[in-house]
């Protein structure tokens, strides 16, 4: 390979290979885990400076190159039954100039028809129907196969499960629609306010949220954040009408949701026409969109223009510049969140992006802070784009000094004076006066009553800062001893929102242990994590012998949270807090039947693959757990069997013969837990 590669200049050479390097990190990143830290402008930039330098060395030539497929969000962990396309999901190429734009229209045939299509923000879908029932939902994956995520897709209330009889059109023994799977604005504004209160990482758009929640396990939490979609292209045998336009329309009379805003287009004025247009409309729509997708109309002459290996040669894409503004960077202000956690803020001379005002964003840590070299006064660039979140990206070129920055995080909380303190590893700065500190109590307050919590109502933002003020909230115990005088007496409240509040507060007295702890709010211990620690400590008084050995022996518990746990439990303030909660009535004990309905699999790894009839994936997933087994989505000598239903994956299949893994029938597996139960 090295004398391969001989007569290629050392620079170039070494550019090719980070190139590749980094945009495969970037694709896994994007598509994996949605989290990328490269925008799409630089991602493009950067993916056609490669095809330039490997255009110009062919004797570098990697089938594996980025340039050569698509990028991935196939995963081993997913846990989703994986299929091959039908027919491949390849990317479309993307321009950021008009003036390219223009040079695609006059290439294609002469009086060629253009559709123009507003390009959603979100994650692709493949939708198949049989016989007009739709029975797999398989995500982009690689391009060739993907993941089957059909029971979260059927959260999704616009996708028909079953296609209607229409007079005078026939429906096709089979049937593909694609489409983007998308989570509306302001689902995805709800969506990060919960994730804010919780102190959880936020989504930085809505693309990126939807992503992780189609590959969620729980379909019911799919269901609730509020996914939609819109279907854009038709393929299979038989099927109605010559044009792409055509077919649409006919998708749109089986109840595919299909966007009102395509346009057949004839020259380059009206596809520029279009895109003037919705340039400065698509601010008003209720879903993301970063750009415009053109596509040739007529089917034929979508045959003959063809494909390259990674690309169709009958679209292209238009991808808008993301928003960006200069102004100034008036101050810094530091917020204080329930763990402690300091956020700097920058407080902005008010700046117009994306349709809204922006007058703050936030700074995230010191770090980021110091990798822009910002201060006080500077002149910074914001930017917003497809993301909803505003976010500063660097300051003003003439507006650097390095040999003048000067900036200095606070040492002591704003709030409470305290000084701070910074955990060896962490990037943040946090108050440790827990136990005084105003915007710690309410927020820990905020947390203790959310939904997926004690869930009580009526205790809102608003509600508990006025009970807070009047010094009838201090902790969360404080709450049971809430009187009906004490709240119908507050400003905006009275008897009748006083007795809900009563009400509320008494229910959550039936919430099971595993909200109760996760109500608590021990840092780092998610609603999923408190699960896992009370299936495997199911009483408070459990728990509190638990070691640092022990609960990083359950599945997702590193050292760290272990070390929270303990921490947290071995504190004579949280322990006397807990004394009175169990006082006043709360569930620190699981039921015998808190997600425990036997023995039967204790000690065992399952996989699952396949599709079922009697209960879903998810439903049999809970029964392992309840069961005492563990969910696995990989096959390995550990497995102890694998739940096999119809269309088992093959590769699974085959590791299975190969390490002499058993496979169970639906029907044996049911008979397993029914005939081995014990209490």
Not at 466 to 488: E, P, R, V
């Amino acid at each position: 390979m090295e004398d391969l590669f001989s007569e290629i200049e050392a620079p170039e050479r070494e550019e090719i290979i980070a190139l590749r390097k980094e945009l495969e990190e970037q694709n896994y990143r994007y598509y994996v885990l949605n989290a990328p830290t490269m925008s799409d402008r630089e991602f493009d930039q950067k993916m056609r400076r490669l095809q330039d330098l490997e255009k110009y060395h062919p004797e570098m030539d990697d089938p594996k190159s980025p340039t050569k497929h698509v990028g991935s969000d196939l995963s081993k962990k997913s846990g989703f039954l994986q299929i091959t396309h039908k027919y491949p999901m390849l990317s479309l190429a993307n321009t950021y100039s008009r003036e390219e734009v223009e040079d695609w229209v006059k290439k294609l045939p002469q009086d060629v028809e253009i559709v123009c299509e507003l390009k959603f923000d979100g994650l692709s879908i493949s939708l198949w129907y049989e016989d007009g029932l739709l029975t797999h939902a398989v995500t982009r994956g690689d391009g060739v196969k993907g993941d089957d995520v059909l029971n979260n897709i059927k959260t999704i209330p616009s996708i028909p499960w079953t296609l209607p009889q229409i007079a005078g059109m026939e429906s096709p023994r089979f049937l593909e629609m694609r489409g983007e799977v998308l989570l509306p604005w302001k689902n995805f504004e709800r969506l990060n306010q919960e994730r804010e209160m919780d102190e959880e990482p936020l989504f930085a758009n809505p693309r990126n949220a939807a992503s992780g929640t189609l590959k969620l396990q729980d379909a019911k939490e799919v269901a609730r954040r509020g996914l939609d979609t819109y279907l854009y292209y038709m393929l299979g045998d038989n099927l109605p009408a010559d044009t792409h336009y055509d077919r649409l329309q006919s998708a749109r009379r089986w109840g595919f949701p299909i966007s009102e805003h395509v346009e057949v287009c004839h020259s380059v004025d009206e596809v520029m026409a279009y895109i003037n247009t919705w340039d400065t409309k698509r601010k008003d729509l209720p879903v993301a969109t970063d750009g415009i997708v053109l596509k040739v109309n007529n089917l034929q002459q979508q045959q003959a223009l063809g494909y390259t290996a990674k690309t169709p040669r009958w679209p292209i894409a238009y991808k808008f510049p993301a928003e960006k503004q200069l102004t100034l960077l008036r101050s810094i202000t530091y917020q204080v969140g329930r763990t402690g956690v300091i956020t700097p803020v920058a407080n902005l001379d008010p700046v117009q992006l994306s349709g809204t005002v922006v007058q703050r964003a936030t700074l995230h840590n010191e770090d980021f802070i110091r990798s822009l070299h910002i201060q006080e006064g500077d002149r910074v660039w914001v930017e917003k784009g497809g993301e909803i979140i505003p976010k500063i990206t660097g300051k003003e070129e003439d507006n650097i000094d390095e040999n003048n920055y000067s900036y200095t995080f606070p040492t002591v909380c704003p709030e409470c004076g305290a000084t701070l303190v910074r955990v060896e590893g962490e990037a943040a700065w946090r108050c440790p006066n827990e136990t005084n500190c105003p915007p710690q109590i309410k927020g820990k307050l905020e947390h203790f009553v959310s939904r997926k919590a004690m869930n009580i109502d009526g205790l809102g933002t608003e509600t508990i800062d006025l009970l807070y003020s009047q010094h009838l909230l201090h902790d969360i115990a404080d709450i049971y001893n809430l009187k009906a005088t004490d709240i119908a007496r507050q400003e905006r409240l009275g008897e009748k929102s006083a007795q809900n509040i009563l009400d509320g507060i008494e229910r959550s007295k039936q919430v099971p242990w595993a909200r109760v702890l996760f109500a608590l709010g021990i840092k780092m211990v998610g609603e999923t994590t408190a699960k896992k620690i009370a299936r495997r400590f199911p009483s408070i008084n459990a728990l509190q012998q638990a070691d640092r050995e022990q609960l990083t022996a359950i599945e997702d518990v590193g050292e760290q949270i272990a070390d929270n746990v303990v921490a947290w439990l071995h504190e004579p303030a949280n322990l006397a807090l807990v004394e009175r909660l169990a006082e006043a009535g709360l569930t620190m004990t699981a039921e015998e039947n808190d997600n425990v309905m036997g023995n039967a699999l204790e000690g065992k790894t399952i996989v699952i693959s396949g599709t079922f009839t009697q209960h879903s994936r998810d439903e049999y997933k809970t029964l392992i757990e309840a069961y005492g087994g563990k969910n696995s989505g990989s096959v390995s000598s550990k497995t102890s069997f694998i739940l096999a239903g119809e269309n088992m994956g093959p590769e699974k299949r085959k590791k299975a013969e190969t390490l002499g893994v058993a496979l169970l029938t639906e029907d044996e597996f049911l008979q397993l837990i029914n005939t081995n139960t014990t209490k």
